[in-house]
Nanobody, 124 residues
Framework: VQLVESGGKLVQAGCSLRLSCAGS????????MVWVRQAAGKGLEWVST????????FYEPSVKDRFTISRDNAKNTMYLQMNSLKSEDTALYFC??????????????????WGQGTQVTVSS
């Protein structure tokens, strides 16, 4: 399993970014995909989830209405469109895969396939 995140950069508050997560080594369309983030000095925080067929999406309340998760199974890639960015969105963003996303987010410290993450920095 390999997960490669990209798209993060330094932006001003109110701006938009689109993150990507490319997965390989597993049947991408068969798994829930999850975005999590980690701010400096803090633990991992769940952000959003999308089902394998993209029919179901879930969001952490603070990002709902600002972020949109999507995926392209033909490209084995997941996306996170981030609009109206706030300083509190500043974090290292990671993606993960699971057949049971609720179990995953309850046990993030046991996930074995983290990529390098992509840094999002929002200046106010």
């Amino acid at each position: 399993v390999q997960l490669v995140e990209s798209g993060g950069k330094l932006v001003q508050a109110g701006c938009s970014l689109r993150l990507s997560c490319a997965g390989s080594g597993f049947t991408f369309s068969s798994y829930y995909m999850v975005w999590v983030r980690q701010a400096a000095g803090k633990g991992l925080e769940w952000v959003s989830t999308i089902s394998g067929d993209a029919s179901k999406t879930f969001y952490e309340p603070s990002v709902k209405d600002r972020f949109t998760i999507s995926r392209d199974n033909a490209k084995n890639t997941m996306y996170l469109q981030m609009n109206s960015l706030k300083s509190e969105d500043t974090a290292l963003y990671f993606c993960a895969h699971s057949r049971d996303w609720l179990q995953l987010i309850r046990n993030l410290d046991t996930y074995k396939y983290w990529g390098q993450g992509t840094q999002v920095t929002v200046s106010s």
